[in-house]
């Protein structure tokens, strides 16, 4: 855990919002109204503020997250919209609905935020406070629910209060969500497809697009992530926990003790760091690794490292 930080409760005014903004800018986490949940947002953009997000909800696993926009305009710059995305975005936005699109290359999301997939999810809440924050702050918002990993959602600002007080520096007080259950999640990558369902309804969204969508994750997505993506999987074989490298090894390291290591997740053994570097160092050691293989220095299995080690052993599984 990083050190306990003071978590600030903002008036939902123009102060407040500004203050909040301006903790975003600095790579803070801030807890913020949406209809549907309170979201716990962080710069979409920043490998720290994200990893960090992770952190304060003890994720065991890197999965994606939403990247929140206060317009359709700023969401294109993230992802390329095709026809259904442009309908569906013109019919429910802003609203509780979240479109999985191809990611845009040189988009400046960090790969956290995306948890390295080639395609990315966005989303236009409707509250007023979260479209102010979105718009005074001016970037993408990467926000899951501002609850601890396997809590209830939270509505209220008490219950983020409850979950991540010493965790985030502020948390809107915008009252209660309206909603209360989360967006609805639509991939259009490939075939139109249901992939959580929320607050938006079904019937709604087959009649915008006049044809029925697939319901649920496309088998292999979200459960073996490792052949979705080159983020994901070096080309090279990956060994992990490895303390002495042979000579035809690259040595990606994890605190003090691994200076003979070409690469390092963290020199110091900070964790907000390794997470933040993680895709970025996957992606160094595959471009340094030339035949050889990467073996990575043990990371403490406990905080994010539990997210770190899923995410290596992902790497290290044998492929198909
Ligand atoms: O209502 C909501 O959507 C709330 C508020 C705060 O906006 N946010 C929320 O975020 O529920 P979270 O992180 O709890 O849920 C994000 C979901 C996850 O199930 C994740 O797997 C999915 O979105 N997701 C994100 N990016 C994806 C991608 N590229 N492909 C498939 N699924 C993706
Ligand atoms: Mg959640």
Not at 236 to 264: I, K, M, N, Q, R
Request: net charge negative; hydrophobic share 45%.
């Amino acid at each position: 855990m990083s050190q306990p930080v003071e978590t600030e409760i903002l008036p939902p005014d123009a102060a407040g919002l500004a203050r909040a903004a301006d903790l975003l800018g600095q790579g803070g986490l801030v807890a913020f109204p949406t209809e549907t949940v309170y979201g716990l947002g962080g710069d979409a953009r920043d490998d720290r503020a994200v990893a960090r997000i992770f952190e304060a909800k003890g994720r065991p696993r890197f999965n994606p997250l939403i990247a929140h926009l206060p317009d359709v305009e700023a969401a294109r710059r993230y992802a390329v919209f095709d026809d259904r995305a442009e309908r569906l975005a013109e019919a429910f936005w802003p609203g509780p609905l979240t479109l999985v699109l191809p990611l845009r290359p040189g988009s400046g999301l960090s790969p956290l935020t995306t948890a390295g997939l080639d395609s990315v999810a966005l989303r236009v809440p409707a509250h007023p406070l979260a479209r102010d924050l979105l718009r005074a702050f001016g970037g993408p918002v990467a926000a899951p629910s501002a609850n601890p990993s396997g809590r209830i959602s939270p509505t209220r600002p008490a219950h983020v209060l409850a979950g991540l007080t010493g965790r985030i520096e502020a948390v809107v007080d915008g009252g209660d969500c309206e909603v209360g259950v989360e967006s609805t999640i639509v991939g259009l990558v490939g075939a139109a497809r249901l992939l959580r369902p929320g607050g938006l309804p079904l019937e709604a969204l087959e009649a915008c697009l006049g044809a029925p969508l697939e319901i649920g994750p496309e088998g292999a997505v979200l459960t073996a992530p490792g052949q979705m993506s080159s983020h994901y999987a070096p080309g090279a074989p990956v060994h992990l926990d490895v303390t002495s490298p042979a000579a035809d090894e690259l040595w990606v390291g994890f605190g003090p003790g691994c200076e003979g290591a070409a690469l390092s997740l963290s020199p110091t053994g900070d964790m907000v760091e390794a997470a933040a570097a993680l895709f970025h160092m996957l992606h160094e050691a595959d471009r340094l690794a030339g035949g050889r293989t990467i073996a990575f220095a043990p990371v403490p299995d406990h905080g994010l490292g539990r997210a770190i080690n899923d995410r290596l052993r992902r790497a290290a599984a044998p492929r198909g």
